[in-house]
Every structure is written in structure tokens, then in C-alpha cells.
T-cell receptor, first 115, second 113 residues
Framework: DAGVTQSPTHLIKTRGQQVTLRCSPI?????VSWYQQVLGQGPQFIFQ???????GRGNFPDRFSARQFPNYSSELNVNALLLGDSALYLC??????????????FGPGTRLTVT | AQSVAQPEDQVKVAEGNPLTVKCTYS??????LFWYVQYPNRGLQFLLK??????LVKGSYGFEAEFNKSQTSFHLKKPSALVSDSALYFC???????????FGAGTTVTVRA
């Protein structure tokens, strides 16, 4: 089975621009989460979506938004990019529904560089 | 609030020796604990988890972890390390019932031949 896929692999944007990152979960997984991993740090939780509804949000500004589609794929949007938004953005999917005990499976990430 | 601490930035061991990567956590409810490994330019790979039950959890690639409630720890162990175990290891925790997953800062493991 295919794992979690993310596109694009790499992206270079200028300050003030907007970016959209895409994620396709493992087949059968209905939950998608997004994380930001800055170099030298652990991943930081941004959002979790389940059945197209936002179920959790981390401590990120409103410039960050996301959505989940009927096929359970997801997009992460970041507006008004800042230099500090440069990071590896990770998408993860899981089977969880009523329980948060399921492990998450991560994609390879999208490397965003803001200049 | 939930948090994870990995007190060692780096762990270095010789191949064939035991490997231990330390993790302590803080949650207000029941902890759901996870270990992940990250290879260069790759996403995170799931190794094992503790939800409930036996305090010793066995996972992928010969790794195991021991849950200790009194010490709020969840250390990752491997009896005999391989050079291929060299990677970045992350401990993560969820407060049971909360969907946010919090990661530690990571521990770089180097296994020398």
C-alpha cells in the first residue's frame, strides 16, 4: 500500500506570498494532521482534521489554515509568509475516530524556504 | 498542558552495545506515548506506542520501551545496537482524549562500527 504522500517536495517563496501544501493520506485513514518542523527541533502540531472537520489546532497564527476534502486528502495554506515560516511541513494520517490512541503515519514532508 | 523532555541531545554507542534513549513526559490525564525515528531528509517512522497494559512495549526493528508511571518516563531501548540505527529519535505524548500530539526536541543516536 502507498504511504502518506505530500506535494511539492520543495518550495521556495518570497516573504508576503501565499503557499498551499498538499497531502494524501494512507487509504482507509480518515484523519490528517499537519506539523511544522524547524531545523533542530521536534515537530510542532498545527492542525488535525477528521471527516472534514477541524478537531484540534496548535498555537499558530490565523495565517495558517487547512481543509480536508471528501476523499480525505488535505491542504495546508499559509498566507503572508514570513522568514520564520521556513521549515519542513509534515503531514500524518491515522485510523483514529473516536480514540486518540492510534499512531500516526508521516509523509516525507514539504521543505518550504522563504526568502 | 502536555510536554515531553528528551534530556540528551546526542547518544553515542558502539555497535553491539545496548542503546537507551531517555524520555520524560508531563500530562494532566492518562498518557499515550509514542516513539518515532527520522532518517535524513525523510519523514518520521513509527516505532512503538504505549496506551495501556504491560509496561514493557515491544516495537519495530528490535526496539522496546518501558513505561514508568511513577517516574513519568518512557525510555527507548535496544539490547544490541546496529550502525543502521543511527538516526534522530523523537518521543511524543498525547493526553488521553486530546488529539494534539506533542514531540520532544529529539535525540541524535550515533552507533559506531
Amino acid at each position: 500500500d502507498a504511504g502518506v504522500t505530500q506535494s511539492p517536495t520543495h518550495l521556495i517563496k518570497t516573504r508576503g506570498q501565499q503557499v498551499t501544501l498538499r497531502c494524501s493520506p494512507i487509504s482507509g485513514h480518515k484523519s490528517v494532521s499537519w506539523y511544522q518542523q524547524v531545523l533542530g527541533q521536534g515537530p510542532q502540531f498545527i492542525f488535525q482534521y477528521y471527516e472534514k472537520e477541524e478537531r484540534g489546532r496548535g498555537n499558530f497564527p490565523d495565517r495558517f489554515s487547512a481543509r480536508q476534502f471528501p476523499n480525505y486528502s488535505s491542504e495546508l495554506n499559509v498566507n503572508a509568509l514570513l522568514l520564520g515560516d521556513s521549515a519542513l511541513y509534515l503531514c500524518a494520517s491515522s485510523l483514529e475516530g473516536g480514540s486518540s490512541s492510534y499512531e500516526q503515519y508521516f509523509g516525507p514532508g514539504t521543505r518550504l524556504t522563504v526568502t | 498542558a502536555q510536554s515531553v523532555a528528551q534530556p540528551e541531545d546526542q547518544v553515542k554507542v558502539a555497535e553491539g552495545n545496548p542503546l537507551t534513549v531517555k524520555c520524560t513526559y508531563s500530562v494532566s490525564g492518562n498518557p499515550y506515548l509514542f516513539w518515532y525515528v527520522q532518517y535524513p531528509n525523510r519523514g518520521l517512522q513509527f516505532l512503538l506506542k504505549y496506551i495501556t497494559g504491560d509496561n514493557l512495549v515491544k516495537g519495530s526493528y528490535g526496539f522496546e520501551a518501558e513505561f514508568n508511571k511513577s517516574q513519568t518516563s518512557f525510555h527507548l531501548k535496544k539490547p544490541s545496537a546496529l550502525v543502521s540505527d543511527s538516526a534522530l529519535y523523537f518521543c511524543a505524548v498525547r493526553d488521553g482524549g486530546d488529539y494534539k500530539l506533542s514531540f520532544g526536541a529529539g535525540t541524535t543516536v550515533t552507533v559506531r562500527a
